[in-house]
């Protein structure tokens, strides 16, 4: 149990450091500039981390915070930030390129067995030949979802941390799951509205990505020390946050880290710039009413607490037997 422990710890952060090099590779390329190599040394923060948990830990995480999960968003986050702003910039410089949006191109990645004897040199210039023809934004919505699938399937791949359940990590997967596919739907949808004249609208997409993908190193929407079931007596004595902790935390991201965030820049992508299509219009209302559901959630859980302690502090008197 140890052992597999172990090698868990190092195959997860062996993929966080392998997607974040595959970024940084990207980016030497696009950019044709050999010192953006120097990326790579924010992998170190990781593989320190990595020593000393493996050390101290034996691999495992912590309960309320991941730092190999942070820490690989710090590697990969700078690279997507780069490509992301090339391509805004070179958009109409880019020459014609090929999508991976069907099976016909898809095949453009197997090897043509009908040129005869090929060395592996051979098969590995074809391949990098190909790869160099694909799409930068295709390129760019790769990275994003495998990112997204990597942050899942890593922190499932994790060792617990001391005070997790299997049941509050499969809660919390499923929460990783439907936030990825809110980050990655906001990141395509949105940058497709940016037109050539509003670059400014990039560093605001990307802003509130970034600050979006910080839900998934801490684990307050989940884990929680205490259970919901208290007593009369025992609510008496905790405040609504001890409480309640868990459930305001998932408010607090629903309205300051996801859904409100992605309200403000949908509304201004209309507003200010002057985009608007039915998707766009779908969305802000979808972002809209999880505002609005979560705020009357909040005061749900004020009346409920309110009215707990009130009835904890006025008992109801007892029945006294008639003499």
Known sequence: MALCKFMCAIITRGLFILVSLIGVGRVTLVKHDPNYWFLTLLFLPLVAEMIITLKRRRGEDY????????????????????????????????????????????????????????????????FNQTISTVCANTWMLALHQIVL??????????????????????????????????????TSETMSDVKETINQLVYIILAVWTWSMLQFPFH??????????????????????????????????????????????????????????????????????????????????????RSTNSRAKCPEPEDVPLE
């Open 63 to 126: 309960k309320w915070f991941s730092p190999p999960i942070f820490l690989f968003l710090i590697s990969i986050i700078p690279s997507i930030w780069i490509l992301e702003l090339d391509h805004q910039q070179n958009k109409v410089e880019e020459p014609k390129c090929n999508k991976l949006d069907s099976l016909e191109n898809l095949k453009m990645f197997t090897p043509n067995t009908t040129q005869g004897n090929m060395t592996y040199q051979d098969y590995l210039r074809i």
């Open 149 to 186: 699938i990597l942050l899942i399937v890593g922190k499932w791949l994790l060792p617990l941390g001391g005070g997790i359940t299997r049941d509050q990590l499969s809660q919390l997967l499923l929460i990783f799951v439907g936030t990825a596919a809110d980050i990655l739907e906001f």
């Open 220 to 305: 307050l929407a989940v884990v929680n020390d205490k259970s919901d079931s208290e007593d009369v007596e025992a609510a008496q004595k905790v405040s609504l946050l001890t409480k309640h902790r868990t459930d305001i935390w998932s408010i607090v991201e629903a309205l300051f880290i996801q859904d409100g965030p992605f309200l403000v820049v949908r509304l201004t992508v209309m507003t200010y710039f002057k985009v608007f299509h039915q998707m766009l219009c779908f969305f802000a209302i979808k972002n809209f009413l999880v505002v609005i559901l979560n705020f009357y959630r909040l005061v749900v859980i004020c009346q409920d607490f």
